[in-house]
C-alpha cells in the first residue's frame, strides 16, 4: 500500500496552497444590507432573517475534484472581512495587511471602510469601552489583555476577518453535540419549533420572557430552514456541473454529492459521505472563529463508517481520501485581524482540532479503526490543519501510540498526547458528571469541553507584566506609564514572604480587572445580535427557547481566565530573588533593580545576571526551584478561582500562550530569571525558559509533574526532539513510555517539535527551500515560513534535546 496523498488530494493540495490570501467584503455587505433592511424587527428575528440572506444569495462553488461540497467564502482562497465580531477596521489595520500574505483591492478597502461607518455605530466594543475609567483604560492600554490599546479607535477597531458562514462566535461557548444532530436532522428540529409555537396562544403569553421565546423558536425555524436551502443550492450546482462533465467517474461523484445534499442536513445521515458532509455544513455554520472544535469524529462517524465497511459501499482507501480532503478544506479557512493582534497567532494560526481515542460513559477504551485513519490521512496529507489530539489512558493500545509517534516522528507536531486522568478528573472536580467529563475532547489550544457544555479561554492575558510593574510598585519603565497597584517598593519589603504575598496581591488585581472587562463585554452585548442556530442544535434548545447567554446551560467549564503567559518566567525569576536577595543576600533588591533598569548593561550589571541565570530554572528536576514554582503558579491559580465570573460561578483557570509570548515579552522590561527587556517569554505554560532545560527530557517532565495540574483546566507543555532520537523501534517504545508515565503521573498535555536547529535556521535563511517545513508553535501547527521573525527565532532557541531518558 502505498501511503502518500491521492492524485486527486495532491492537485487539490496545490490550488489550496495558494500564495496570496483574497480579502472579501462578500458576506459582510449582504449580511449588512439585510440587517439594514429589517431595522424594527425584534433582533433576534432580525439576525436570523439577515444571516438567512446570506445562506441564500452568497456565491457558490465548488473545487475541481472536490468530493465534499461547501465552501467557507465567496471565492476560492478567500477571507471574508468582519465588522461586528472583534471590532471594525480602520485604514492603519487595512494597510497593515498589505505587503504580507494578503490580496485586498482598492474597491475592497473602500467598502471596508464603508462598512465600519457603519456598525462601528452599532458593535458592543464602543459601548464596552465607554464605560471605562482612567484606572481601567490604564490597565487596557498596558497590553495586559493583548493587545496594546492606546485609544478607543484602536480597541474597537482591531479588525477581524475570517471564514465560515456563522455571524457570532456563540459556538466557541456553546458546544455542539455533532453526533447528535447528524442522527436528527434539521427538519426536525424545525418541526420541533414549530410544535412549540403551535402551544402558545395569546391568553398564555404571561412575562416579557414568554415574548422572547416566540421570537426565539421563530428564529429557530428562520435559519435552519435556511440551512437546508443552502445545502440544496450545492445539490443544484452539483446537479448542473454533472450535467456538463464528459468524465463517467466524476460525473456519478458530483451525482451522488447532489444526492447526499438532497437528504441532509434536513434528515439524518445514512451514510459515511452523508455524515461527514453534515458534519463538515455544521461546522461552516457555527464556527466564525478559529477554536470551534471538532469533536470525537473517531466516535460519532464511526456507525456510519461501520455500515459502508460492512455493506461494501466504501473500502479503508475511500474512507482515507474523504478524511484526506477534509484535512484540505481546513487550508480553506482563514483568518487575519489588523495590526498588533496578527502577533497573538503567527503563521495562520487555527485550533479546529479532532480528539482521538479515549473512554466511554463507563471507563472502556473506544479506540477503533478511524482512529488509526484520521492519523493515517494526516501522514499522507501532510498540513497543518486541522490538527490531532490523542487521548491517552492505562488502557490505551499501544499500537495506537505508535502510530501517533509515527505522525509525530514526520515533524507535523501532532497529535498532541492528553490525561484521559487530569482532565477527566478536573472536569468532575468543577462538577461536570463523570459519565459527561469521560467525553470531553479539546477546544481552542488545548483547553476542554463536552458535548453541549460551555466554556473556554477567552483572551490572551499576559501575567508575567504584572511581574515587571509589581519590582517597579506599579510602573510600567518598558511603557513609561502607571499601570497597576502601588503594592509597596520592594526594595523595603524585609522577608520574602511579605515579597511574595505582595506579587499574588499584585497579581490578582490584573486579574480583577480582566474580570470585570469580561463582565461589562457580557452586559453589553449579551442581548445584541442573538444567533440562535447553535443554541438550536441543543437537546433541549427548542424546548427552553432561549439563546445560549440568556439560559442556564448544562455542564459549565468555565469562564476561563488564562494565567500561563510568562508564568513560567515569574517562577524563575521569584527563585533569583529569594535566594540572591533574601536567602544568600548577595545582592540587594536596590543592586538587582538598578541591572535590570540598565537591562544588564555594564560589567557589574552583568555579573548580577549572570548569578540570576546560574539560580537553577525550572526544567531540571531541582526541587528547591520547582517547588517554589508550583507553589507560586498553585497561588496564582487560586487567586484565579476565587473570582466571580459573570456568569454567576467562579473563574476556571487555563494555562496556554499561542504565540501571544512574543508580543507580551516586548511589553516587559528585564527580568530577575536574566532575561532581557521586550525579548520573548517563556513559550507555553508549563514549557521551561528557552534553552534553561539542561539536564535531559526526563529531568524536565519532572518539574512539569510538580506543578498543580489538577487545578488547571489545561496547561500547554512544548518539547523538542531531535529527529535521531526517534530513529529505532526501541527509541520509539521509550518515547511512548515516557509519554503514557508523564500523563499518568500528574502531567495534563504534551506535543512535540521533531526537527533539528539546523533545518529551522536554513528555513529562516532560505523559506523558499523550506515552504513545506510544519512546526509546533504552541497549540497549534503552521510553516515555519509564515511566522513572524521572533517566533522563528524562538522555535530555535528551544532545547533540543537528542535522547529519551
Not at 464511526?302 to 459501499?313: C, L, N, Q, R, V
Request: with cysteine; hydrophobic share 40%; net charge negative.
Amino acid at each position: 500500500m502505498e501511503r502518500t496523498a491521492t492524485e486527486r488530494v495532491k492537485k487539490m493540495m496545490e490550488v489550496v496552497r495558494a500564495p496570496k490570501i483574497v480579502f472579501s467584503v462578500e458576506k459582510a455587505t449582504l449580511f449588512t444590507k439585510a440587517f439594514r433592511e429589517n431595522e424594527g424587527e425584534p433582533d433576534v428575528i432580525r439576525m436570523a432573517k439577515s444571516q438567512a440572506y446570506v445562506l441564500d444569495h452568497i456565491p457558490i462553488f465548488l473545487l475541481e475534484g472536490e468530493l465534499l461540497a461547501g465552501a467557507p467564502a465567496s471565492k476560492p482562497m478567500a477571507v471574508e472581512a468582519d465588522f461586528w465580531t472583534k471590532g471594525t477596521w480602520q485604514k492603519e489595520g487595512i494597510e497593515s495587511l498589505r505587503g504580507e500574505e494578503y490580496a485586498i483591492s482598492e474597491e475592497e478597502a473602500q467598502k471596508m471602510v464603508e462598512l465600519t461607518e457603519y456598525w462601528h455605530k452599532i458593535i458592543p466594543e464602543y459601548k464596552l469601552y465607554d464605560l471605562y475609567d482612567d484606572t481601567m483604560w490604564a490597565w487596557k492600554r498596558s497590553g495586559y489583555l493583548l493587545p496594546v490599546n492606546r485609544t478607543l479607535e484602536e480597541a474597537a477597531g482591531m479588525g477581524y476577518a475570517c471564514n465560515g458562514m456563522d455571524i457570532l462566535p456563540e459556538a466557541d461557548t456553546y458546544q455542539v453535540d455533532y453526533g447528535y444532530v447528524i442522527g436528527k436532522g434539521l427538519q426536525a428540529i424545525i418541526d420541533e419549533a414549530k410544535e412549540e409555537l403551535s402551544k402558545i396562544t395569546s391568553m398564555s403569553i404571561r412575562t416579557e420572557e414568554d415574548i422572547e421565546r416566540i421570537y426565539v423558536l421563530r428564529a429557530i425555524v428562520i435559519i435552519n430552514e435556511a440551512v437546508i436551502r443552502w445545502v440544496g443550492r450545492y445539490a443544484d450546482l452539483a446537479e448542473q456541473l454533472a450535467a456538463e462533465e464528459k468524465n463517467e467517474t466524476r460525473k456519478n461523484e458530483l451525482l451522488s454529492m447532489a444526492e447526499t445534499c438532497r437528504r441532509i442536513p434536513a434528515k439524518p445521515a445514512e451514510t459515511f459521505q452523508d455524515a461527514l458532509q453534515f458534519q463538515w455544513f455544521l461546522f461552516l455554520m457555527i464556527s466564525c472563529q478559529t477554536t470551534t472544535p471538532l469533536g470525537r469524529m473517531d466516535q460519532y462517524l464511526y456507525p456510519y463508517y461501520k455500515h459502508d465497511i460492512e455493506a461494501g459501499i466504501l473500502d479503508d482507501e475511500q474512507v482515507l481520501e474523504y478524511l484526506e480532503l477534509y484535512r484540505l478544506k481546513f487550508l480553506q479557512m482563514k483568518n487575519t485581524s489588523g495590526g498588533q493582534s496578527r502577533l497573538k497567532w503567527s503563521g495562520q494560526a487555527r485550533w479546529n482540532s479532532v480528539t482521538l481515542g479515549g473512554v466511554d460513559k463507563d471507563g472502556n477504551d473506544v479506540t477503533n479503526e478511524l482512529s488509526y485513519l484520521f492519523l493515517e490521512a494526516a501522514y499522507r496529507c501532510r498540513v497543518p490543519h486541522h490538527t490531532l489530539h490523542v487521548r491517552v489512558h492505562e488502557k490505551t493500545p499501544e499500537t495506537l501510540m505508535q502510530k501517533a509517534i509515527e505522525l509525530v516522528k514526520t515533524g507535523m507536531g501532532m497529535p498532541s498526547f492528553l490525561s484521559d486522568k487530569s482532565y477527566i478528573d478536573n472536569l468532575v472536580d468543577n462538577g461536570v458528571p463523570l459519565e459527561k467529563a469521560r467525553d470531553y475532547y479539546i477546544i481552542g489550544c488545548v483547553d476542554v469541553t463536552v458535548p453541549e457544555g460551555w466554556g473556554m479561554v477567552f483572551s490572551m492575558v499576559v501575567t508575567a507584566l504584572a511581574l515587571d510593574t509589581f519590582m517597579h510598585n506599579g510602573y510600567s519603565k518598558q511603557q513609561q506609564m502607571m499601570i497597576g497597584p502601588q503594592t509597596g517598593d520592594v526594595r523595603n519589603m524585609t522577608t520574602y514572604k511579605e515579597f511574595e504575598d505582595k506579587l499574588i496581591e499584585h497579581i490578582k488585581f490584573y486579574m480583577d480587572y480582566f474580570a470585570q472587562d469580561m463582565l461589562l463585554r457580557y452586559l453589553t452585548g449579551r442581548k445584541q445580535m442573538q444567533d440562535v442556530f447553535p443554541i438550536s442544535l441543543f437537546s433541549d434548545g427548542v424546548k427552553v427557547g432561549k439563546i445560549g447567554k440568556m439560559r442556564d446551560l448544562p455542564y459549565g467549564i468555565g469562564p476561563t481566565i488564562n494565567v500561563g503567559i510568562g508564568t513560567i518566567n515569574i517562577c524563575d525569576s521569584v527563585a533569583a530573588v529569594k535566594k540572591l536577595v533574601y536567602d544568600e543576600k548577595k545582592i540587594t533588591m536596590e543592586e538587582l533593580l538598578a541591572a535590570m533598569d540598565a537591562n544588564w548593561e555594564g560589567e557589574k550589571n552583568q555579573a548580577i545576571r549572570q548569578m540570576c541565570l546560574d539560580v537553577p530554572k525550572y526544567g531540571n528536576d531541582n526541587d528547591e526551584t520547582d517547588e517554589l514554582a508550583a507553589r507560586i503558579y498553585e497561588r496564582i491559580c487560586d487567586a484565579g478561582r476565587d473570582i466571580d465570573s459573570y456568569r454567576g460561578v467562579k473563574f476556571r483557570v487555563a494555562g496556554i500562550s499561542i504565540t501571544s509570548h512574543d508580543p507580551g515579552g516586548r511589553l516587559i522590561g528585564a527580568t530577575p530569571d536574566g532575561r532581557y527587556a521586550g525579548s520573548y517569554l517563556a513559550d507555553g505554560a508549563a514549557s521551561p525558559e528557552q534553552g534553561c532545560d539542561t539536564c535531559g527530557p526526563t529531568a524536565m517532565l519532572n518539574s512539569a509533574m510538580k506543578l498543580p495540574q489538577l487545578k488547571l483546566q489545561s496547561l500547554l507543555l512544548n518539547m523538542k526532539m531531535h529527529p535521531s532520537a526517534l530513529e529505532t523501534e526501541e527509541d520509539r517504545a521509550k518515547f511512548s513510555m515516557m509519554i503514557r508515565t508523564y500523563l499518568q503521573e500528574g502531567g495534563k498535555q504534551i506535543q512535540f517539535n521533531v526537527v533539528d536547529h539546523e533545518t529551522l535556521i536554513a528555513a529562516r535563511e532560505k523559506p523558499e527551500e523550506h515552504k513545506d517545513l510544519i512546526v509546533r508553535v504552541a497549540g497549534y501547527s503552521a510553516y515555519f515560513v509564515q511566522l513572524n521573525p521572533n517566533v522563528q527565532d524562538e522555535l530555535i532557541a528551544r532545547t533540543c534535546h537528542r535522547a529519551v531518558y
